[in-house]
Structure formats: C-alpha cells, structure tokens
C-alpha cells in the first residue's frame, strides 16, 4: 500500500522529483499539446513523479543551506526537464518544415490556418504530414520511449547535480540544425523533384507558344501533380517515421550527455 505520508526532508526531495517531471511533460511531444487539458498535464506529473520517487529510493541528502540555494536547485531541475522534453519535441517539427516547402511549390501556402497545438500559422500539407507522423510515431511507441528517457535520467542526472555543459549543448544543437534542412528535404523531395519537372516544361512551353497563358495553366497543373505525388508517397511516411525517431533518441542522448555530472 503506498505511504502518503513525507518527512519534511523527503517531501523536498519529492518536490524535486516533480518539477523536473513538469518541465518534461509540458515540452515534451504528445504531451505538452494544448488540446490535452491542463489537469491532465498536472496530474500526470505528480503521478510520474511520485512513482519514479519511490522507484529510485533511497535519497541521498540535498546539498543547500538556504532558501535561495533551494530556489535554484528546484530551477535547474525544471530546465533538466524542459531540455529533455524539448529535444524530443523538435525533432518533431521536422515534418512542418517538410510541409512548408511542399506548400510552397504546389501553391497551398497562401492558404494557411491555425494550428491548435502550437497556436502558429501552419500549412495545408504541414497539418497532413504531422497528423501522420504522429499518429506513426504512437503506434511505434514513441509517447513510451520519451517517458522511458526521462525517467532514466534521474539515474544518469543526480538531483541537486546537473551539469550543464554549454559547449556541448551548442555542439548538439549546431549539429541537429545542420541535419534539419537535410532532413526536411529528403522528406519533400519526390513532390520538389517533380515540380521542378513541371516548371522546366512549363519554360519551354512558354518559350514554344507564348500566345498560351502557362500562369493559369501552371496553377492547375503543379496543384494535380503535387497530390498525386503525396498519394504515391504515402507508403514512404511510415520510413519518415522511423528516421524521425531515430533522429530523436539521438538528439535526447546527445543533450542528456551534455547535463551530466
């Protein structure tokens, strides 16, 4: 039977425990979007963290004198968890980026509406390549895999002890940043590649019988060819998928690396 009672002592260790479990679970993917209620949010991070408190027991003593040292403590806690959940949620993004670019090539990026997870002006093709991939990244285990990452940093970040290691922090982000673009890419790259095609014939349908007007058949043309390519391409996003969640244990390992003691 759990024991709800805490020695004055034990209830500041748990308080620890939370906040670094609250700074994940409201940046994390799946979790920290806002259609979930916030009670929810709340609630699941008291569970988590009282069981991985009783989980990891027993607690060294905390090292603080005062208040204030206490304040800072409960502060670097939160961005441990704000960091992990973070890493993992920008990976995430990646298929907005994807989206945005096929927008851009096929016209859908004048119509653009509101996301209500992120609260930010998002494309047609963005809305569907997220959607999808989440509902991939889920089915694949992906919600499990980020609580399981968190959960194992209180073994590999003692309370009281992070380390943040700004060097390495930048190191990992420069290098996330840099496979971003390529990333994004390769996952718009057969709709690019085929209305590049289009927009070279439609040059040299222009340059042939200019008396043509190629605007308002180019519009028409690169809008079909785009979403056929899409539904050609579906069976590729399970593999998009995959690469994103190997692209996020990576990016997880790498700034967990870089708070360690």
């Known amino acids: 039977m759990a024991e709800f009672s805490f020695r004055y002592q034990e209830f500041e260790i748990l308080l620890l425990f939370i906040v670094r479990m609250g700074g994940f679970v409201f940046s994390a993917p799946f979790y920290s979007r806002t259609e979930i209620p916030s009670q929810f949010k709340i609630g699941l991070t008291v569970f988590l963290g009282y069981l991985v408190y009783f989980a990891t027991a027993p607690h060294q003593p905390l090292a603080y004198t005062t208040l204030l040292e206490y304040a800072i403590l409960l502060i670097r806690e939160s961005i441990v968890g704000i960091l992990v959940g973070w890493s993992a949620n920008i990976c995430v993004s990646i298929v907005f980026f994807a989206g945005r670019i096929v927008d851009m090539d096929i016209g859908f990026s004048m119509a653009n509406a509101i996301d209500p997870s992120t609260r930010e002006n998002a ?139």
């Open 123 to 261: 494309t047609i093709t963005g809305f569907y390549y997220q959607y999808a991939v989440l509902m991939m990244l889920m089915i694949t285990g992906m919600h499990r895999y980020v609580i399981e990452a968190i959960v194992e940093t209180y073994s590999l970040i003692p309370l009281g002890g992070p380390v943040f290691q700004t060097e390495k922090l930048y190191n990992a982000l420069l290098h996330y940043l840099s496979e971003y673009v390529n990333i994004g890419f390769r996952i718009c790259l057969p709709v690019f590649a085929v209305i590049l095609i289009v927009n070279v014939v439609l040059g040299i349908m222009a340059k042939v019988a200019p008396q043509m007007n190629m605007f308002a058949v180019g519009m028409q043309i690169k809008v079909l060819s785009g979403l056929f390519v899409m539904t050609l391409t579906t069976a590729m996003l399970p593999y998009v998928a995959d690469f994103i969640y190997d692209q996020t244990k990576v990016m997880v390992v790498s700034v967990v690396e870089a708070m360690m003691p």
